[in-house]
């Protein structure tokens, strides 16, 4: 079996167990706004990160228990464009605090992340950065960027993100005016199509509104028109606080 088929069963053996796994609640993560859980998937030796709908705190400008839907469209998205940074993300409807995400919970060591990343990691960061502007990520604080023991980048924490209006806030601002590289240009490009039809589009409809899936599409063919990563605005925050 070559790497990349182990690579993919892997990936669907996780995929079935967050799915399917029994989910045992083993600890709560305590630092955050709204209630999450570290989980055990019974008979497969995964964590994962659950967060419960109904633990969300109530938020003015996003409407109620829709942030666990957002983390999955994050990860469909981050899978679509061929990046792989958001960790396997599932709904569950049966979690044990009632319907919720499900996050594949990565081993990583949390002195590291971006205000610790040595100038090699962070130029590492540029598909980071362009998700971000999709995403319209209001809240990318440096300890949402975490580094594997393989030295692989994963982003986490994407609940309050797709709104229809511009709410950006993000770290990672390094590639201001730099022009996007042919590669990820391409993978924009092919990303279009799937937003306006087909099975991307009807999953992503699963979790966002209709108004915020037109927005993310403009936010899309923007990027495309101009080719490079833009400055932060002059006339409001643009980097969340606090920034770690």
Same mark, same amino acid.
């Given at each position: ?18 799915? /399917? ?21 019974? !008979? ?5 990160? %659950? ?5 969300? =705190? ?14 999955? /469209?994050? %990860? @469909? ?35 590291? +992340?971006?205000?610790?990343?040595? !100038? ?10 362009? @998700? ?11 300890? +949402?960027?975490?580094?594997? #023991?393989?030295? +692989?980048?994963?982003?986490?924490? +994407?609940?309050?993100? &797709? ?11 390094? &590639?201001?005016?730099? !022009?996007?590289?042919?590669? @990820?240009?391409?993978?924009?490009? /092919?990303?279009?199509?799937?937003? #306006? ?9 699963? %979790? ?10 403009? =936010? ?5 028109? !101009?080719?490079?990563?833009? /400055?932060?605005?002059?006339?409001? =925050? ?7």
């Amino acid at each position: 079996m070559t790497s990349s088929s182990e690579a993919l069963l892997k990936k669907q053996q996780v995929f079935e167990a967050l799915r /399917a796994a029994q989910i045992e609640v083993v600890g709560q993560f305590t630092w955050g706004s709204n209630y999450t859980f570290l989980v055990e998937l019974a !008979d497969c030796g995964l964590e994962a990160v %659950y967060k419960p709908s109904q633990g969300e =705190r109530p938020l003015c400008d996003f409407p109620p228990e829709t942030l666990a839907g957002r983390e999955v /469209a994050a %990860y @469909l998205l981050s899978e679509a464009l061929g990046w792989g940074l958001v960790p396997p993300t599932v709904y569950r409807a049966d979690g044990p605090a009632g319907p919720g995400s499900l996050q594949l919970r990565i081993a990583h060591d949390p002195e590291l +992340h971006y205000f610790t990343f040595d !100038d090699a990691t962070r130029q590492r960061l540029r598909p980071t950065a362009l @998700l971000d502007l999709l995403l319209n990520n209001a809240d990318r604080k440096g300890g +949402h960027i975490l580094l594997d #023991a393989a030295d +692989h980048i994963w982003l986490i924490d +994407h609940g309050i993100c &797709f709104h229809e209006e511009p709410k950006l806030r993000t770290v990672v601002w390094d &590639f201001v005016g730099e !022009d996007l590289s042919p590669d @990820l240009m391409a993978d924009l490009r /092919a990303l279009a199509p799937r937003l #306006a039809a087909g099975r991307l589009r009807d999953e992503l409809s699963e %979790y966002l509104a209709d108004a915020e899936l037109e927005a993310l599409s403009q =936010r899309l063919e923007r990027l495309l028109a !101009d080719g490079c990563y833009p /400055a932060p605005p002059d006339d409001e =925050r643009a980097v969340p606080w606090p920034p770690v």
